[in-house]
């Protein structure tokens, strides 16, 4: 059974800071990787995709990197803006895509102004 | 990116009541449909994948008979939650996949509380 992990569980940094999140899974064979951001009481964006043949992907100020073998994600945000509060997670999907996603707990993140 | 929509946003019913909950792809069609639960400070559970036009596929421990779930088209899946409980309570949130890269994308989710 897949399980995923973030670390750390919480992170608060001041403004400015470039910061790391970690993402780990136990089973190698997924199709894509999907970082998420969720606003307290709120649904889900969709930040980066990465598919599983894929080392990185970048979207602005965030760039997102797979090393799939070692069952391991980051996601790196540049320059943190007190905006970008939030609780940030990793999910897997499984290999083939058929099924849902397999979600880690989150990095509850707070960029203090 | 494609957006999906949930209706209601927030619902508060009694214990025993059905509750209704749709879930919309508003500018692209899904095939595939899938319906989490989140409970407070834990991250999101699969409940079940539905298909259009075919029946559910439910994760293991989601009871089917209290979880009814339809998908009649393209753009539209429905969750039925039977005969509330208030340990039924919590935040239900679908997504629909894109198939061009299997990319989900999650709709707003809809808050639960079962008094």
């Known amino acids: 059974k897949q399980e995923v992990t973030q670390i750390p569980a919480a992170l608060s940094v001041p403004e400015g800071e470039n910061l790391v999140l970690n993402c780990s899974f136990t089973?190698?064979?997924?199709?894509?990787l999907q970082w998420f951001r969720q606003d307290p009481g709120k649904g889900l964006t969709s930040l980066l995709l990465?598919?599983?043949?894929?080392r990185e992907q970048t979207s602005g100020r965030l760039n997102a990197s797979l090393d799939k073998s070692s069952g391991r994600s980051t996601l790196y945000i540049a320059a943190s803006q007190p905006g970008d509060s939030a609780t940030y997670l990793c999910?897997?999907?499984?290999?083939?895509?058929?099924?849902?996603?397999?979600f880690g707990k989150g990095t509850h993140l707070i960029i203090q102004p | 990116g494609a957006v999906v929509s949930q209706h209601p946003s927030r619902v508060i019913c009694k214990s025993g009541t059905s509750v209704k909950i749709e879930c919309r792809s508003l500018?692209?069609?899904?095939?595939?449909m899938f319906w989490y639960r989140q409970f407070p400070k834990q991250s999101l559970m699969l409940m079940a994948t539905?298909?259009?036009?075919?029946?559910?596929?439910?994760e293991q421990g989601v009871e089917k008979d209290k979880f009814l779930i339809n998908h009649a088209s393209l753009t539209l899946s429905t969750l039925t939650v039977t005969s509330a409980h208030p340990e039924d309570s919590s935040f239900y949130i679908c997504?629909?996949?894109?198939?061009?890269?299997?990319?989900?994308?999650f709709g707003p989710g809809t808050r639960l509380t079962v008094l």
């Open positions: 997504s629909a996949k894109v198939y061009s890269n299997n990319e989900q994308f």
């Open positions: 089973d190698s064979a997924i199709y894509n």
């Open positions: 990465i598919q599983s043949s894929q």
């Open positions: 999910a897997v999907s499984p290999g083939g895509g058929a099924d849902g996603l397999t």
């Open positions: 500018d692209f069609q899904a095939t595939t």
């Open positions: 539905s298909n259009e036009g075919s029946k559910a596929t439910y």
